[in-house]
Structure formats: structure tokens, C-alpha cells
């Protein structure tokens, strides 16, 4: 059966393999995305979770809100597992796309080792990073994915040291240097670009990675209706660049028509909020030139200055909100 | 038949077994049975897929991947591949997933050494794989044969873990008989799952499972684990029909029937235990050998009946836990504790040291003391430089 090419949103069959039931918080970045990728790879998948918020919420005995077949056992092999699968269902004489979901501290961090080793070895697999930019099942720890000042557990608002002094790795970089059929960087909030790379995934042999920004609520001291917008915000202020390299051809999908000061998108974090004007001008810095990098334009720095500042979203009553 | 290294008889033997997924990672003494694996699927002896991942730790993800998977998965390690491995031992048993691998026993960590010393796969004990101690070489070809249909009985469905002697078998080679493949596909059917992962029958496998499920799959585990015994027995009697070579099942005995003393052995030191005691009973010292040959499941009724009548025994062990005693020697005491039987442990051949006859003899001296009655130590190191 050749199934029906999936280009915009509205494809998009309708049929869950993450079904309702499942124990995510409100506004779940990380939810959306896996709901929304099984939407578009459909029924013959099989898919390996690590140790992360996703297995917590989705898979406990005697319930699961997956309908896939679903593999737990560890952190830090996904890459391994899903080589181990997929060769199995080779041999059984089975065409089923075998995906493996990890979140960046099993990605960037401790998976590392094991994604680098299926990609090198061009396993014929899809490896998403579901990037909520901490360790959130342990309770928001640091990660290679955190942002440059962000507030986290371990990246704490000290008097000395205030938050994450270390930038966010360039994981999609690392990745695309083993010379893989595709890569992509998937944002929530632009469901056509997400839906249109999660189809040409699916369509390609050999290893896939696929990265997707998810806001996590608690993590980023965050509003549940906004995690969309905040997703949209990192695309226009140049924290997440939407592009992909396709066998080794880098195309940029997305390209936001002016860059929006990064400060729009921190206030409506809390994570950021103790962050002095001097770490902002150092992270817009950051964006500046990996804007450079992508679109080969130079930007002022700073872009801008915030002329009016908007109210921020933090709600200080909330034990959720605020470090 | 062909003269080859246990090393080699294991990569026999998973051809023979057709075994499909093999991840594996190099260590000393363990790499001649995956070069030559790799060697069968490049020659086209052995229809199976080659996973040279990066590390032990992906070699056990791999395979548990594979076997999840549906297909019959092999790997094989040593030392400190196999401590790498060790968060992903846990995986295996109670997913219940039949992995076979082969741990050839090396000594770990710092005084660090490639020679053998059971204080690597000893402490996997508590994992739930069930673990096996090889003689020779031929025993290592049989037993990876064994071992599959052991592992993947339905009334088992656990990982199997066959252990050998590093360089004393890896690397040293002996005649093998070869069963004839067609034997070997009579004894050995096509690897049937449990459960596996299918789209066309979704299962979600080792969900997190909060306290109110975990206790009862772990006893189901344990009663898993305790349940193997009767297959062992059975399978070992049936290869032994079909090729006729037999190793006992979980212990075998040499001149245990009028013995009054005797010792327990696994490993290859169980070969110049034999001769050791040849010599003695030619003095006419009624003495016996005990080959222990598996750790898991302990074969703790079976050594109770064999020790019944026995005035002392001793213990051999190729590890240590340190300030106690030998792993070998704990598990015995509590499975003969209600005998009384007085018991000593003898520590030997640590970090690769040669376990010589007159060593072996000195053992089987302090046993013949405490038979008498006189006091002797309890935990005893052999071949020790300088004082003991
Ligand atoms: C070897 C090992 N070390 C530590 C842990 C504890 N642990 C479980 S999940 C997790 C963090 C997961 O973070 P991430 O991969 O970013 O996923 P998220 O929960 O944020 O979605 C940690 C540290 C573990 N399970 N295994
Ligand atoms: S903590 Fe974050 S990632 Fe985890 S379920 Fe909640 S919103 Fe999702």
C-alpha cells in the first residue's frame, strides 16, 4: 500500500498512535510533537523510548496511551536499541519504520555515544530528539541543549553565578557531520514545515534525525496556552532555525522576515528572568552570528533595543513559575 | 572434528545455532569469536546481520533491540565490556528476552590485567541471566547450542550467559567434534517469541511499573530462574542422545560415590582437580570432585544430596569478595547450612595466576584436616607469594 503524501497540516490523517490518557502536563511541547509525528508515520512503526519525561507520561503499568508497538529499557541507547530492532525486522521480512524518541539529555549528553554510532553506521532508522532544553524527567537539570543563562536545578540563580554560562551545543551540526541521508529541526508552532519533514523522513532510507523544540511548561516557568507561541518566538528571534540538510544539501525552510530582539522570547520564560541586561546582549550576540552563519546576512548587535517592553507572563503566586 | 580454541568453538557453535543478530565490540581474549563470526557472514557460512557498534553497552542494547524484535541474537564479551554492560543486563531476563552471550572471563579494574578471574561476571549474578562455567572446548561449542534451547524454552525465556576461561580456554586450542548441522536444526528450532514487538499486534514492553506490579514480576523472575533447572537437565540429556556428549546438567560428579571429602570446581581448574584426584585415590584416600557448572540457577538440592554423606568439603573460587569470602563458597554454605557439613573456601588462580596440581593437592589436604576434625582455617588463598 503506498500511503498518500502528507504536505500540508490538513493530510494529516486523523488516526493517534499517542492517544488521550496519557499523563503529560497541560501545553506539553514534547506531546505534541511525538502525537503529531505518529499522526504522520502511521500504523507500521515501532518506537523505542529512553529514560525521559516521555516514557514517564506515557507508559505506565498496567496503562500506555501508545498504540505502536513500545520498547523501553534505558538512557542512554536509543541509537543502539533501534539498530537492534530494525535488524530484527529485517530479517523477519518487515517494512516498519522503527523510531527511537529521546529527549536532549539522551541525545545531546549521554546518548551521544550511541547516536553517533547508528548514524555512522547509516542504520536505517528515524532518530528523534525531542529538545525541551533540560533534564525534565529528573526534575529540570542542565543540559547541553540549556541556553546560555538560562535557570535551572543545576544551573541555579546563585549570587555568584547565575544560571547556564555555557551555550547551547550545536547538536544538528554534530549530527549532519556523519554524512546522513537527512536532518531537519522541526518547530510545533509551523505544523506544515513540521508535518512536510517528519513525510520526507519517513520516505528516506538510511539514518534520519529529526530535532524539534518542545517548550515544557514547568521547565521554562511558562504558560500552558503558550508553548505554541513561544515555539513561534524561538523561530523569530533566531534561538531555533528551522532548516534541514537532505543528503547534504543544507536548505533553510523558514525564514523569519526581520529578527525579532531575543528578549520577546525570554520574558515569557521564567527560567530567563533574573537575566541581566549584559547575558541578554551576550545571547543576542549568539543568535547574531549563528543568524549569520544560516542566512549569511550580518545583523546589528544588538538588533535592537526593546522599545516597549511587554508585560511578562509570570505569574509569581505560582509555585510552577519562577526559580 | 577440528583442532581449534574454545574462542573459535563458540563462533562454531552460534553458526551452528543460526544465530540472526550479532552487535558486537572487541575485548581481549573475547575477539577471536566475533572476527570470526564476522568472517561466516562475509563468507556467507552464516546467514545473519553483523552489528559492529560502538561499546559493550550498545552491544547489550542491540541484542536486546534484536531479540525484542523477534530475531535470535548473539553477542559476547569479557571484563570490562561486560561491566559496561552491566545496566543493560537488568533488561534482558525480565523482559524476558533470550539473549545468549558468551562472557570469557577476565580479570577487572585496576592490578588490571587480560588473564582470567570470575570477579567480572560473578557479580552479574543478581541480573537474572542464567550463568554457565566451561571446561573445554568442545563443552563451549556444545554449550552455546545448549544454551539457545535452554534460554529459549517457553517455560524459561531467559538470558543465558556461558562463561570461559580467559587464555586457558580462549586462546589454547583442542579437538572439537562438530554436530552436524542437521542435528543441530532437529535440536534447535527456529527462535519463537513470547512476545515481540509488531505493529500488526502492538505491545508496549517493560513499561515503568510502580510498586503495586514489580514485586510480583520479580518473584515471577525468581520462580523463572528457579524453574530452569528441569530444562537444563532435560536438554543436556537430549543433546546427549543426539551427539552423545552429556555434561551433567547443573553439576557433575568425578568419584563422588564412596567419597568421604571432595571439592567443588568450576572452570577449567576442574580438569587438574580430576587428575589431582586420581593421584589421591591411587593412595587410596577416598576423595570425590564436585564440577559445579552452573551459578545461576545454583544447583543447591542437587549439591545437598551429593555432599549428604561427605565428612568435609572444600571450595574453590576463581574471585573474591573482599574482607568475605569467595562467591562460589557463600552460595554453598547457605545451600548446606542444615547439613553442617564443615566447609572451606580456597582462593586461587586471582588476576590469572596458574592453579597448579600441587596446589589443588594442598586443598584437598586442608579438607582431609578439617574431615578429621582438626582446626583449620576457613577461607584459604593458594599460590600466594610469601606467606598465606
Ligand atoms: C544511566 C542513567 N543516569 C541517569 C538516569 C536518570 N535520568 C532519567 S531521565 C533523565 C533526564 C532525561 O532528560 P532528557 O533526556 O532531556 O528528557 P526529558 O525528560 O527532558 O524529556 C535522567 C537524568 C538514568 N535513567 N540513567
Ligand atoms: S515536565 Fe515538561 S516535558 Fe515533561 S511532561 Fe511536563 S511539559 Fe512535558
Known sequence: MVAKEIKTIKDLPRDDYLTRGHGACPGCGVAIAVKNIARVLGKDTIVYVPASCLIVFSALYPASAFKWPFFYTAFENTGAVISGIKAALKRRGREVTVIGMAGDGGTFDIGLQALSGAAERNEDVIYVCLDNEAYMNTGIQRSGATPFGAWTTTSPIGKKVQGKREFKKDIDAIVSAHSIPYMATLSIAHPNDFVRKVQKAKSVSGFRFLHVLCPCVPGWRSEASKSVAIARLAVETGMWTLYEVDHGVEKLTYKPKTLVPVKEYLQLQGRFRHMSEEDIEKLQTWICERWKHHFYEEVPVPPCKIEEARKALIIDEDPLHGP | MKVISADHAVAHGARLARVEVVPAFPITPQTLIVELIAEFINDGELDADFLPVESEHSAMSAAIGACAGGARAFTATSSQGLALMHEMLYAAPQNRLPVVMVNVNRSLGAASGIWVEYNDSMPERESGWLQVYIEDNQEALDMVIQAYRVAEDREVMLPMMVCLDGFVLSHTVERVDFPDQHLVDSFLPKFKPLYLLDPDEPVTMNPITPPEYAMEMRFQLHRAVDGSKEVIEKVD????????????????????????????????????????????????????????????????????????????????DRSVSFNGFGPVFTETRNALYHLGTPLTNHIAGLGGRDVTFKEVREMFTVIEEHAKGHRVKECHWHGLRGDS
Open chain 2, 237 to 316: 540429556r537430549e543433546y546427549g542422545a543426539l551427539t552423545g556428549r552429556t555434561y551433567g546438567g547443573l553439576v557433575d560428579t568425578y568419584q563422588m560415590e564412596d567419597a568421604e571429602i571432595a571439592l567443588i570446581t568450576l572452570g577449567t581448574v576442574t580438569s587438574t582437580a580430576r587428575v589431582v584426584v586420581d593421584h589421591l585415590r591411587s593412595e587410596g584416600k577416598k576423595v570425590g570432585l564436585i564440577k559445579l557448572r552452573f551459578m545461576r540457577p545454583f544447583p543447591s538440592d542437587e549439591l545437598e544430596s551429593i555432599a549428604e554423606n561427605l565428612k568435609a568439603l572444600g571450595v574453590f
